[in-house]
């Protein structure tokens, strides 16, 4: 049995209502996890996260999944709760308790949790990290459904009105890396893979695309980590944080429950990193891949996706003229893998990404309104328009 803070009692046998006979398990919410900076400061102790969590459809109960995949020691969830519906409700682990140990470089799902989730509403997710943690298994996420979470000082998980003294907002996302819901069964999720220009805002725009436009039955979530590669990751202290190699991360962020339809879109980092060990010692050119290489990379997602019986789709590579690296081979490069993507028949279609944002004039450069001002990251305006260009069958 499993009981919330309002003494509200509810069973997790769920095959024994004859109401949840046709549900699934379907995720709502998703990141992937990553390294956090490796420091001494790196440790939390006595605070409390709270995520805001958005679902496009409706269920009967939640599952949690917390994860210390990059993590080198354990780390204990001291008390986690949710608030849906205007209640508090104890998230319980390992059948009732409501606090959990995760060894390193693994997971654990919740206790199902059943409650009411309303379609297109938002609720929270509270934990509390009581003891010293190391703070390594987190994710940098932005965007419009991801720009207010917050971390406070003590234990808040009952809480609802935290002191402005206490608190403070944050994108980085610790340990909590899925949320699955049980929903009618036509409901299913298209999961968005990549690095940090997944990890940034057109995931959350697709998600209110959806909202807007009655693609009720698509729940859209993101696995994906700034500064990844599909081939290489960094050993050093230095660039820890910048992601762990495609073969590292693939296997164990995408099989997620209620997926049918995986988005990649990822490989500028394999190509815009390495410099040379005369100019950085830690980024050598060695580690440059040829476009062949990559590809291998890549059929290597798009085999392992199909072997979830997953649609696969494939985002072209976004402009770089003007990057702090970029040189005519580099372009030469993405010329040569998009180019094979827009081809390609072993997966299921191309996403043209770039074509929906380049310059008409000039292809190498984003269009007018269309970049962040680094050359290699999309405006609020160039995301948005990445989403926009996401075909219709995908969504629905």
Known sequence: MQQNSNNHIFTNSVDKSNN???????????????????????????????????????GEGMKLTFDNYCGTEPITISECSVY???????????????????????????DPLMCKIEAKSQFDVNFYLKDFTQMRSTVYVSGPL????????????????????????????????NISILTDKENRTVLCYGDSITAQDW????????KENNFNN??????????SRILRE?????????????????????????????????GI????????????????????????????????????AKSYNYKVYVGTLLPIEN??????????????????????ECFDGCIDFEKAVRDSKNPKAFAEGMDSGDHLHPSGLGYKTMAECVPDIILK
Request: aromatic share 12%; glycine share 6%.
């Open 84 to 110: 849906v519906n205007g209640e508090f409700y104890d998230v319980t682990f390992e059948n009732g308790s409501k606090s959990v140990t995760i060894p390193a470089k693994k997971n654990i799902v919740s």
């Open 323 to 344: 990057w702090r690296t970029y040189a005519d081979f580099r372009e030469q490069m993405k010329n040569e893998l998009n180019d094979w993507i827009r081809k390609a």
């Open 20 to 58: 949840l006979i046709d549900k699934h398990w379907a995720s709502i919410w998703g990141n992937a996890v990553s390294i956090g900076e490796n420091r001494p400061e790196s440790y939390g102790k006595n605070i409390t996260f709270r995520y805001p969590i958005y679902s496009q459809f409706s």
């Open 203 to 210: 995931p959350d725009y697709l998600q209110l695309r959806c």
């Open 269 to 304: 980092n394999d190509i815009i990193h390495p410099v040379g060990t005369d100019v950085n010692p830690y980024r050598p050119m060695s580690d440059l891949p040829t476009v062949d290489e990559m590809i291998d990379g890549m059929k290597y997602y798009i085999d392992l």
């Open 234 to 266: 960094y050993s050093c202290i230095r660039y820890e944080s910048y992601g762990l190699k495609g073969t590292n991360r693939f296997a164990h962020e995408v099989p997620t429950e209620g997926v049918d339809t995986v988005i990649i879109q990822q």
């Open 218 to 227: 698509t729940a859209v979530i993101r696995r994906a980590t700034s500064g």
């Open 146 to 177: 991801s720009n207010s979470a917050i971390y406070a000082i003590g234990n808040q998980t009952h809480n609802r009105d935290i002191s402005i003294d206490i608190k403070r907002g944050t994108n980085l996302y610790y340990f909590l890396s």
